[in-house]
């Protein structure tokens, strides 16, 4: 048994603790803003926010995460409207949008701890959320508009 | 007029009765849904779209409908995979005729139902081409519908009546009504006959060529709420995964489930029959495991015992099959083009320069796997899916489970990336044959990453090879290609071995070139694996190799590549290709005379290409220049790309330069969001891209061994430079044709700047050794 907090919600889960996280919040509680892409940690599509840190729900088994704090995009901000989600829209960065929420939770955490990054601090932290659709350069973009150095 | 009164009036009755517009209907008001027989579209220039499956639909009745709010429902029949086309810039098409204000439109989603919408096969670069005219005519069929409803309501002359921004004017007197007000009235009114409508003027559009409209779906992405195949959640919901044949072709010996079995979740194990080929989409071979959550599906598949048969594709081994299409260039193929003769030509020619070039087969890696929800209740089947084609999808589905299309629903939810893997509903028919076996409760399938790559509908692998004779005055006199590629046919018939004709047209037969003596051929070519449309399909390969070996020339004649490359295409004409071609010249399905392949836009590309990049200014060691240009999807297109070497080979690329002509541009935003992402797509495949196979087998499984851009390697910027047209210039492709010209220009920089030539795709680590 392993009691979570979910977008600021109490959770128990009685499951199999080895089940990643990923599964659990989209099969179990159904937020599927936090998407499958790869199932090992090497796409960031399915990145959420444990105890403040960008981490990749496919690679963390529930036991892992017993007593933390998970946020995802559903709960990153109650209006939608954290400014990384803003810029993302200002600049009408997503294609198809299946990779966005990661890599909007990926940014959001980024400019948690470095609100004015460098160009390379961006690229750095960025590297882990493949886009398919190639949306890097307005996602580098967006990410700079809702930073400090802006 | 009473013809169309009657007729209209018949079939919105009985479609209402049927309940088909439950999903659209809004309280009250406008609310139709069904074509009108006998209407016409009055078209500017024909274009393919009649000639799709299905054609193309005009009626406001099939995608619109107005509520007494005044709020506009335009329904997206087409599938969104991130382009915006399907619904973004076709719905933004009907509201710029109807005069809509775009924040009191909302977009709902079309069943796969092609009778109904027309062509939603959402392939080919074909949206916005094939619809502008169609969604044009619909919104200012509606747009007259409504002035015709004021104009009775005030009782005075139409004339005097205009429709402005969601409101309906009265001239003389200044008197207004909300489009929501006459809704109702406009709904008891006929369909306007072509010749009875009015298109705007382009001076009056809002939203077309402006690119001021947000994707649609841009909130609930950016929220985590929108949802795509693998997102789809029903209540009661099984979840499956399939263990899949290793081998296309393969079946089943044996199984045992007993250990899957006794996984906690799993609740059944299910085997799914594989089609002979040309199976078309029919699923491979396959063990089902249906589960109670998605994790113990995985964890039943990984404890099943399976002993296959891998039939007779298990030698397929990319190594040897290279030195197979190699090989099968090295003599005549079948001639698919000539002019002149090349052979003689290049008997006598002064000097003949010979290159081979290879692309090697590619998955598509979509960044959401593929995946379906079906749910079969009394017979009748239901099926929720990420699908570019989801009309075909539903006849493909009822086909297989031997069902009545009419007892199918395909609901199509967003699209996490297609590029052509989910035209192929392979994963659907999947879901369709498992809802079969969990007693009425809805079953998902999902695939995993693995799954995507080790079982797609792979990109061809081509190799071309060229020979150039040059006369005494280093002339190009003679031209000859041959490629050998094995056919995507092969999935849908018996293996023609040769390239059919909608192949030819992809960047094969069509080099536009000034060149006395040109033959073109193909090689033959066996295909041992599942081979699809990938995202700009054989012109990948083709221009990389045209592109990539004009560039050659251009140094072993010490000319400047752009140059050469103007020199060859010759002045602007435009070229003729029914002479000289042994299968009708394709032109991407649409009609030469408004599709021609014209040189001088090729070239100005070339040149804008080129100005913007500041073409042949002087690059620092390390740093090179290089341009390509292509027409594909009947879209002119020219790249710069600039690129810095570092002594241990490590590329990084500063800027990209792209000039398009796409005709008249409808959402130059999105156009050049479609420019950004495709030279990231095109740095991918010639970077990284290969599936190789080995005793049938995919060799690779997942983003560590079939890599993607990343971030940090991307371009710095690329910039769009959109060639301007007014509407009269056919619109034409987007989606695919800003990718060809990408990896050739890449090659062409990296030689620029190393001295080092890339014949053979992706690039790898070819530059460090």
Redesign the interface.
């Known amino acids: 048994m392993a009691n979570i907090q979910v977008n600021g919600q109490e959770r128990t889960f009685e499951g199999d603790p080895s089940m990643p996280l990923m599964w659990y919040l989209r099969d179990e509680l159904g937020l599927t803003g936090t998407k499958f892409g790869c199932g090992v940690a090497l796409c960031g599509a399915c990145t959420v926010h444990i105890n403040g840190d960008a981490v990749r729900a496919c690679a963390i088994q529930m036991s892992d995460v017993a007593g933390k704090k998970v946020v995802t995009i559903e709960g990153l901000d109650p209006n939608g409207r954290h400014p990384v989600q803003v810029a993302w829209r200002d600049l009408g960065v997503p294609q198809c949008g299946y990779c966005q929420a990661g890599q909007i939770m990926n940014a959001a955490a980024l400019l948690a701890k470095t609100p004015a990054p460098t160009d390379t601090e961006i690229d750095a932290a960025m590297a882990g959320n493949l886009c398919r659709c190639g949306c890097y350069q307005r996602i580098h973009a967006a990410v700079r508009a809702a930073s400090k150095g802006a | 007029m009473t013809y169309h009164d009657r007729s209209t009036e018949l079939i919105i009755n009985n479609v209402s009765r049927r309940g088909i517009l439950k999903g659209i209907a809004a309280a009250g008001g406008l609310v139709l849904a069904a074509q009108i027989p006998g209407i016409r579209a009055a078209l500017a220039y024909p274009t393919g779209a009649e000639e799709m499956p299905n054609g193309v639909r005009t009626d406001p009745h099939i995608f619109l409908s107005i509520a007494k709010d005044g709020t506009v429902t335009i329904v997206a029949a087409r599938a969104e995979?991130?382009?915006?086309a399907a619904r973004t810039t076709l719905p933004m098409i009907i509201a710029d005729e109807l005069d809509a204000n775009w924040e009191r439109v909302r977009i709902v989603q079309g069943e796969g139902d092609e009778k109904k919408y027309g062509n939603q096969d959402t392939d080919g670069s074909r949206s916005v081409r094939h619809w502008i005219q169609p969604l044009r005519q619909c919104g200012a069929s509606a747009r007259w519908m409504l002035e015709q409803a004021a104009a009775k309501r005030w009782n005075v002359n139409v004339s005097e009546v205009e429709a402005v921004y969601h409101e309906l004017v009265h001239q003389p007197t200044g008197r207004k009504l909300g489009y929501g007000d006459v809704a109702e009235e406009a709904a008891a009114l006929p369909t306007p006959r072509a010749d009875q409508i009015r298109l705007k003027d382009p001076s009056a559009f809002r939203y077309m060529g402006k690119g001021n409209v947000?994707?649609v779906?841009?909130?609930d992405?950016?929220?985590?709420?929108?949802?795509?195949g693998?997102?789809v959640?029903r209540p009661g919901m099984k979840?499956a995964v399939v263990a899949r044949s290793p081998v296309v072709g393969g079946t089943i010996v044996s199984y045992d489930a007993s250990a899957a079995l006794k996984v906690?979740?799993v609740e059944k194990v299910v085997k799914i029959d594989p089609t002979p080929a040309p199976a078309k989409f029919n699923p491979l071979a396959g063990v089902a495991v249906i589960a109670k959550?998605?994790?113990?599906a995985l964890k039943g598949r990984d404890a099943l015992q399976i002993v296959w048969d891998d039939g007779l594709n298990k030698s397929y081994d990319s190594v040897a099959y290279k030195a197979k299409l190699d090989e099968a260039n090295k003599s005549p193929g079948k001639v698919e083009r000539n002019v002149g003769d090349p052979d003689k030509a290049l008997g006598s020619a002064a000097k003949v320069i010979t290159r081979e070039y290879y692309v090697p087969h590619l998955a598509h890696?979509?960044?959401?796997?593929p995946a379906a929800t079906a749910q079969l209740t009394n017979g009748k089947l239901e099926v929720w899916s990420s699908l570019q084609s989801p009309g075909g999808a539903r006849e493909d589905i009822a086909k297989r489970l031997g069902m009545d299309v009419a007892d199918v629903t395909v609901h199509n939810v967003?699209?996490?990336?297609?590029?052509g893997r989910k035209s192929k509903c392979d994963y659907a028919i999947e879901a369709a044959l498992l809802a079969k076996e969990t007693g009425g409760a809805p079953v998902k399938v999902?695939w995993?990453?693995?799954d995507d790559i080790r079982h797609g509908f792979y990109h061809t692998v081509t190799a071309d090879r060229f020979e150039a004779g040059l006369d005494a005055n280093n002339k190009v006199v003679t031209w000859r290609h041959r490629s050998s590629a094995p056919s995507i046919l092969s999935t849908f018939a018996p293996d023609p071995k040769h390239p059919f004709f909608i192949e030819l047209g992809l960047g094969l037969v069509d080099a536009p070139f000034d060149i006395p003596n040109l033959r073109i051929e193909s090689g033959e070519a066996e295909a041992h694996t599942r081979i699809g449309w990938f995202r700009s399909v054989n012109n990948v390969a083709h221009a990389f190799s045209i592109q990539s070996f004009v560039a050659e020339m251009a140094h072993e004649l010490g000319r400047d590549p752009k140059d050469f490359l103007l020199e060859l295409i010759g002045p602007a004409r435009i070229v003729d290709l029914s002479k000289q071609v042994t299968t009708p010249y394709w032109n991407n399905g649409e009609p030469i005379e408004s599709y021609p392949i014209d040189t001088g836009r090729l070239r100005h590309v070339i040149e804008v290409a080129a100005e913007r990049s500041e073409w042949g200014r002087r690059m620092p060691r390390g740093r090179g220049l290089g341009i390509a240009a292509h027409r594909s999807f009947v879209t002119y297109v020219a790249t710069v790309v600039e690129v810095e070497v570092d002594a241990k080979g490590r590329l990084s690329i500063q800027r990209i330069d792209t000039a398009i002509d796409c005709g008249y541009a409808v959402n130059p935003?999105r156009i050049r969001?479609?420019i950004?992402?495709?030279?990231?797509?095109g740095l991918?495949l010639a970077r990284y891209g290969e599936i190789t196979h080995k005793n049938g087998r995919v060799e690779q499984s997942?983003?560590?061994d079939f890599q993607?851009?990343?971030?940090?390697e991307?371009?710095t910027?690329?910039r769009v430079h959109i060639v301007e047209h007014g509407i009269d210039v056919p619109s034409s492709g987007v989606g695919e044709p800003g990718v060809p010209p990408l990896a050739p220009a890449l090659c062409n920089a990296i030689f620029a700047a190393t001295g080092k030539r890339i014949r053979r795709l992706p690039i790898g680590d070819q530059l460090s050794t």
Request: charged residues 15%.
């Open positions: 995979m991130g382009t915006g947000p994707v779906d841009l909130f992405i950016t929220t985590g709420r929108a949802v795509y693998q997102d959640m979840f906690p979740g959550s998605t994790f113990a890696a979509a960044m959401e796997p967003l699209l996490g990336g297609g590029f999902a995993t990453r693995e935003e969001s479609q950004e992402g495709a030279a990231v797509m991918t997942n983003f560590n993607l851009i990343r971030i940090d991307a371009p910027e690329t």
